[in-house]
């Protein structure tokens, strides 16, 4: 084999694809009237707001429980956080914090119930994390629209009750963290303080899966009768995982928003995982195995598409074909990955 | 008749906890949301005719072993191509229907041997892979009917085209072909009319069906349904047999596009195969089918039950708590949550099995 | 080998199904004109008042100046009209065919009344 | 054809699985209407020599074979079972491969159902043809009457008793038109007394028939009872071939387990115990296929105590019950305290460690470094090789603590790789073991179980595995429980040996009892011991 089959063969050709296909768009960028600067500012910005989101798919993977797909369930803890923060009138980057704190609790018990039903479920679970995902977020729909919520920016206006479908978090935490050692050259923004706290989480997720705890989550994921053989409790540690991965949803979400500007409540959350799970494909995770590294490049490669191809597209041939770049490119890793589960183990 | 003894009256509510559940959600319902009794029957014997035979081109894989086929939009996109050629070549009537339909044969047969072909790399996880399949293809269909049609592929009817020279818009407006079916029979009693000759089309496949059931090839799928290794190693074909079934739903789920689509009279071009799979996979499974096991019954059961409690959720929604917002909520939280039971259930189900082997004998062992 | 005869027969059968049915099932609008033409030389002024009636369709009155629209289905049509020419009811009644790759026809009721050559054309909307 | 030509003729058959010796010029040869009893320990090469015969894939896969089969006379060669099939050579799987919501007339006839025309054929292929259930109820029957048995051919396979399944099988066989030939093996193994009868019968009017069996069984007996020829394997050779009736089960028993004497000088020297330490009470363990009826063994401090047995006999479900992997009831004490069972956790922290027989499922992460995979289980139970952070605040693992530990063992088991990092799955069969014991090692447990430590690695990995457990007997006194098919392995380590016969322990005896007694222990043929049926 020669050195390049080699490095093909690590990286894996959608990666490679991909990375080729980023790589030639940033260097068409500017022959197509495209700001680099922008681009690059954008793509920066998108992953950081997507970073955590994709780093939840990393606990639930290394403890065998696959792909994420019930990441929504992560993402209403954050809302009920972010809204009750806002609700108990909380202002400023100190919402954040609160919308944090009060997010806990609720993606715990979210996650040891996900978890516990997972656990009942195994073999089954990516299929059953998706259908899982979508009910809860159409039953918060409901709930939405029931909580005695009465903070008068998120109700709605004429006089009805329950929350708006896009509620602003201006005045609150609107860039509690993208503004925080910002430092801005031109109109090129680097948003410091977000891009610090998704690293910092993904170098303690990584801290985590150096702890004895963690070590038996790779190892159940790895081989669930080794660890049980060698008294690992099977369920508890997956249990664990899927709570930290719902947690990390939870966070990953209130993180999106504090950029984005907006909480999107009612169907938002609904298609929130398959791009979170694509990107991690991309980053070169499979079903079974999933690094930090993997959330890293994948957040950035994914992103970094989905900034680059409407804006180069656009110019190039005055046509918008993003959205559907996106649903091939993520969907496509997706079954990419499906379809070559099981390949050597075993 | 035999007494039914406590044992199986449990297992037979347990069999059924679904359309039990919706029985009784439904009765509670129907009365707060104070449509009349003839409304109601018109509604579902028109879902009846809408949707029945989509649900029913389920059952062909679910024999086969394969699991609820998420990847039938794949046919339903066939279907609306062929409908947006019909439409476009203002072909009408009857003749513009079966002209759909075979123009969707070809094109239900490539994806559904494609995506039997990517099922069978991904065994045993084929609801997630023809659940993504489905997004994914729904990608190329945007790419081809958003993109493609009108530049690459000749569309002549300007009234189908985007103002901007290309692509197909919105709503494809279907009053060529427009309940002809629906309307080829006519049959009204009392206040409810009856689209006879669409349920003579139901008939039909429901005939296929069973007839295919006792074919060989039916056969063999039940046997691969039951242990892929044991028919491998009788020397059916697995894989192909497994791509045939899918192509059979693929191709059904195509007609039954085709028919859903004469009765609604307008075609989302974008939207209308999005939620067919979701909702047809849901009605079966209200209908008392599971991941394993489908009947004919199953899917009429199932769309009577579920589209009932589409056509009076709104409504109940309203006049119970005020909010028909709810009541649209609600449906969707059912829909979904369904699923979730059925899949679940079966998840469940499988794993308690395995682990009954084992402990039937052991109990076998202690009583020693 | 009878198989393959078969099969192609089959496939065949549907492919000329499928033929039928665009034939068959073509969509084509006819306008109806009642006004005063020149058709071959001739000038064909338009009639006080008519009905016409295409195919099995309802009869439509057409009054002077007017053109009405109507829809048909396939190839082989039949048209008849009904005036009155000096106090007395005439019924003309006339066979034609068009072609399944014209969307469009424009049928003058005063030629056909008249017995002129042309009373039916193509008739093509500018885009 | 020649009719002088034998239905079946075997010659010089050889084979190796990448120079692993495990069949050596095998030559025989059986009749129209013969039956052959073919009998051999586990890893005789009995199962090689079916698959070969029935051109099995793993058998090209590997490398195909030497020599020469020819059926009446002519050379054949299958790619695959179906091949052979069609030549007339069934086969009984040991496992079931029925269809459980099937009837028994559709397994029977599965794939070759009786089917009418209909015009659809012409349109979509044969396939299209619908099932003849009249016919093929009748033909069922009909194979149903030739294995002479009572069974309904409507009955779903899951709803029967295990002995009609096997019959079911059996039909589904001999329903097939041209059959010459049947393999049975371990037909009896799953019924009861009266269905072996009902079996045994039925194959002797088979023979009539003019239908040859080759009837592989553990049960000698039966063996006695049915067969026409006897052919003992044993090591991949033909050790006896004799006409039934000029042989008895003492002189099989004898040849399938005796083996030539080299091993005895290693034979460890006699010791004594008289602390008990690990004691076993009525102890049942639901493992699939190793199922553990009611078995009592009390295991000195300091032994090395050996079980032994046929495969499926329970053997293996001993530790594999004992340690929690599988369901299992009963009593299990070490030094008077009872061990709760069902909890890997509880075995392991009251310092028993097991090495088990299933390496790539059970022993190894197979996709983590060597390292991992020996400090994973100290780890886990005893909180090693981890080292504090941030003052103590909490704990991470000790990269370098688990790589020497993994260099210590490398070293000390000559575990043959590129580094501490590769990973388990790139390691051979051998040094796979290696790290197996090495993982158990770290714990430094009071009690250790190995179930088949040696199964499927070369000679020279062999013995040092079976060296480094004497030693580590030897100077750290260890109880060592080991469990191998191999008794020759058990006698040149154990202190004394148990052979396991039907989930019941058959005997115990000091391993220096001569092969034959155990070899009748195991064939469940010695009825002077207690329990033993």
């Known amino acids: 084999m020669n050195p390049l089959q080699k490095v093909v063969e690590k990286t894996g050709w959608p990666r490679l694809i991909i990375g080729l296909f980023l790589l030639s768009l940033f260097i068409i960028a500017p022959f197509a009237g495209v700001k680099i600067s922008t681009s690059l500012n954008d793509t920066l910005v998108r992953f950081g707001m997507n970073g955590i989101l994709v780093l939840a798919m990393v606990p639930m993977i290394h403890s065998g429980c696959g792909l994420n797909f019930g990441l929504p369930l992560g993402i209403i803890a954050g809302l009920l956080g972010g809204t009750l923060s806002m609700q108990l009138g909380a202002t400023g980057p100190m919402s954040f914090f ?23 479920v195994k073999g089954g679970e990516m299929m059953i994390a998706t259908y899982v995902g979508f009910s809860s977020v159409a039953f918060m729909c409901i709930m939405w629209l029931l909580l005695p919520y009465n903070n008068p920016t998120m109700i709605w206006g004429y006089g009805g009750t329950g929350l708006r479908t896009t509620i602003s978090v201006e005045g609150y935490y609107l860039h509690a963290l993208s503004d925080f050692l910002a430092i801005r050259i031109g109109d090129f923004v680097f948003p410091t303080g977000m891009i610090l706290f998704v690293l910092l989480l993904n170098f303690l997720v990584w801290v985590f899966m150096r702890t004895r705890t963690g070590t038996a989550m790779t190892a159940v994921g790895s081989n669930p009768v080794f660890a049980k053989a060698s008294g690992v409790n099977i369920d508890r540690t997956r249990t664990i995982s899927v709570i930290l991965s719902t947690w990390l949803g939870a966070i990953g979400i209130l993180v999106y928003q504090q950029s984005f500007g907006f909480i999107q409540l009612y169907m938002g959350p609904f298609y929130m995982a398959f791009p979170a799970v694509a990107a991690i494909l991309i980053g070169g995770a499979s079903v079974n195995k999933a690094s930090i590294l993997n959330v890293l490049i994948g957040a950035f490669l994914f992103q970094g598409i989905l900034t680059m191809t409407p804006s180069v597209m656009n110019s190039l041939i005055q046509t918008d074909m993003s959205e559907v770049i996106r649903i091939i490119v993520s969907n496509g890793m997706i079954i990419y990955a499906l379809t070559r589960v099981k390949k050597g183990a075993k | ?354 682990e009954r082997a084992g402990t039937a004998l052991a109990e076998a062992q202690e009583e020693k | 080998m009878k198989r393959i005869i078969i099969r192609s027969a089959a496939l065949l059968l549907l492919l000329l199904l499928a033929l039928f049915f665009f034939y068959t099932g073509k969509g084509h609008t006819i306008l109806l004109d009642n006004k005063t033409v020149t058709l071959g030389g001739t000038e064909y002024a338009a009639v006080n008042m008519l009905e016409v009636r295409v195919d099995r369709g309802e009869e439509r009155e057409v009054l002077k100046r007017d053109r009405i629209k109507e829809d048909v289905v396939g190839q082989g049509h039949k048209i008849t009209v009904t005036y009155l020419d000096k106090g007395v009811e005439k019924v003309v009644e006339e066979k034609f065919r068009i072609k399944t790759g014209q969307a469009m026809y424009l049928i003058s009721l005063p030629g056909l009344i008249g017995g002129a050559e042309g009373w039916i054309e193509p008739f093509d909307v500018e885009p | 054809m020649s009719q002088n030509a034998p239905l079946l003729e075997m010659r010089n058959v050889t084979k190796d699985f990448f120079g692993n010796v495990v069949l050596k010029d095998v030559s025989f040869s059986i009749e129209r209407g013969e039956i052959l009893g073919l009998v051999g320990e586990n890893g005789a090469g009995k199962t090689t020599l079916m698959k070969i015969l029935f051109g099995m894939t793993v058998i090209q896969d590997t490398g195909g074979y030497g020599g020469e089969i020819l059926l009446e006379g002519k050379p054949v060669s299958y790619k695959s079972p179906l091949e052979a099939l069609d030549d007339g050579i069934g086969m009984v799987h040991q496992e079931f491969s029925l269809l459980p919501g099937f009837t028994a007339t559709e397994n029977i006839l599965l794939n070759r159902e009786s089917t009418n025309y209909n015009f659809m054929t012409e349109l979509f292929g044969d396939r299209m043809r619908t099932l003849d259930r009249a016919e093929m109820k009748t033909r069922a029957e009909k194979a149903i009457e030739k294995v002479g048995v009572k069974l309904d051919e409507n009955t779903p396979v899951s709803e029967m008793p295990v002995g009609h399944k096997q019959f079911t099988e059996i039909a589904r066989e001999l329903e097939k038109e041209n059959v010459k030939l049947l393999v049975l093996d371990e037909p009896t193994a799953v019924l009861t007394e009266s269905e072996a009868e009902i079996l045994l019968k039925s194959m002797r009017k088979l023979s009539e028939e003019g239908i040859a069996i080759i009837f592989i069984s553990h049960r000698l007996q039966e063996i006695i009872e049915i067969t026409d020829k006897t052919l003992v394997l044993r090591d991949g050779r033909i050790i006896q071939e004799t006409p039934t009736d000029q042989t008895d089960i003492e002189e099989i028993a004898q040849a399938m387990v005796g083996r030539e004497i080299h091993a005895e000088g290693d034979r460890a020297e006699v010791r004594t115990f008289n602390a008990p330490h690990l004691i076993v009470n009525n102890l049942w363990v639901d493992m699939p296929g190793e199922t553990v009826r009611n078995i009592s063994l009390e295991i000195n401090k300091g032994e090395i105590f050996g079980i032994g047995g046929l495969a499926g006999q329970g053997k293996l479900g001993i530790p594999n019950g004992i340690m929690g992997l599988y369901p299992a009831g009963g009593e299990v004490r070490i030094d008077g305290k009872t061990i709760p069972l069902n909890n890997p956790r509880e075995a392991l922290d009251a310092s028993m460690a097991f090495v088990s027989e299933d390496r790539r499922d059970v022993g190894l992460l197979l996709d983590e470094p060597i390292d991992w995979n020996i400090s994973f289980t100290g780890m886990q139970m005893q909180k090693r090789f981890l080292k504090p952070v941030l003052g103590g605040l909490f704990r991470l693992r000790d990269d370098k603590a688990i790589e020497d530990i993994a260099n210590h063992y490398i070293e000390a088991l000559e575990i043959k790789c590129m580094s501490p990092r590769q990973k388990a799955k790139e390691l051979s069969g051998g040094n796979q073991q290696k790290v197996c014991l090495a993982k158990a090692f770290v714990v430094e447990p009071d009690i250790l179980f190995v179930s088949e430590p040696t199964r499927g690695i070369d000679v020279g990995a062999k013995k040092i595995v079976l060296d480094t457990l004497k030693e580590y007997n030897r100077e750290k006194g260890t109880t060592i429980i080991i469990i191998s098919s191999e008794l020759e392995e058990l006698r040149s380590i154990s202190d004394r040996i148990a052979i396991v016969d039907e989930g019941r322990i058959s005997g115990i005896l000091p391993a220096s009892e001569p092969s034959k007694a155990f070899g009748l222990l195991m064939l469940g043929k010695v009825d002077s011991k207690g329990d033993s049926k």
């Open chain 1, 98 to 120: 609160i919308a944090i704190l009060l997010a806990t609790p609720f993606a715990v018990i979210f996650g040891w119930g996900y978890g516990a039903l997972l656990n009942r």
């Open chain 2, 1 to 354: 008749m035999k007494k039914p003894d406590r044992k199986s009256v449990i297992f037979f509510l347990e069999s059924n906890a679904v359309p039990i559940l919706f029985l009784i959600i439904i009765s509670i319902g129907v009365p707060y949301s104070g449509f009349s009794v003839d409304y109601l029957v018109q509604e579902i014997i028109i879902r009846l005719s809408r949707n029945s035979f989509l649900v029913l081109s389920l059952l062909v894989p679910i024999m086969a072993g394969m699991g609820l086929n998420f990847g039938m939009v794949l046919g339903a996109m066939a279907g609306q191509i062929g409908l947006i050629f019909v439409t476009n070549w203002n072909i009408v009537g009857l003749q513009g229907i079966g002209l759909a339909m075979i123009l969707s044969i070809p094109l239900s047969i490539l994806l559904g041997w494609m995506s039997g072909k990517i099922l069978n790399m991904a065994k045993g996880r084929e609801m997630v892979t023809g659940f993504i399949l489905a997004f994914f293809m729904n990608g190329v269909y945007q790419l081809v009917v958003l993109y493609g049609m009108g530049s690459i592929i000749p569309i002549g009817n300007p009234s189908m085209v985007l103002s901007r020279g290309y692509g197909i818009r919105n709503t494809v407006n279907l009053i060529n072909i427009r309940q002809t079916l629906d309307s080829l029979i006519p049959l009204k009693i009392g206040n409810i009319q009856i689209p006879v000759a669409t349920f003579m089309v139901i008939a039909l496949v429901c005939l296929f069906i069973v007839w295919f059931r006792k074919t060989k090839l039916g056969q063999d799928m039940r046997a691969i349904g039951q242990d892929m290794h044991v028919a491998e190693s009788a020397g059916i074909n697995v894989e192909r047999t497994r791509i045939i079934a899918i192509i059979i739903s693929t191709v059904l789920a195509g007609f039954g596009m085709i028919l859903y689509l004469q009765n609604i009279g307008t075609l989302n071009t974008y939207n209308s195969h999005e939620q067919v799979g979701m909702f047809s996979i849901a009605a079966l499974l209200v209908g008392g089918a599971s991941v394993n096991k489908g009947k004919i019954s199953h899917a009429f059961l199932g769309v009577t039950l579920f589209h009932l409690m589409f056509v009076i959720s709104p409504m109940a929604g309203k006049n119970l708590i005020g909010q028909a917002q709810l009541g649209e909520y609600f449906r969707v939280f059912v829909s979904y949550g369904v699923i979730s039971i059925a899949l679940v259930l079966y998840a469940y189900r499988k794993l308690k099995e395995k």
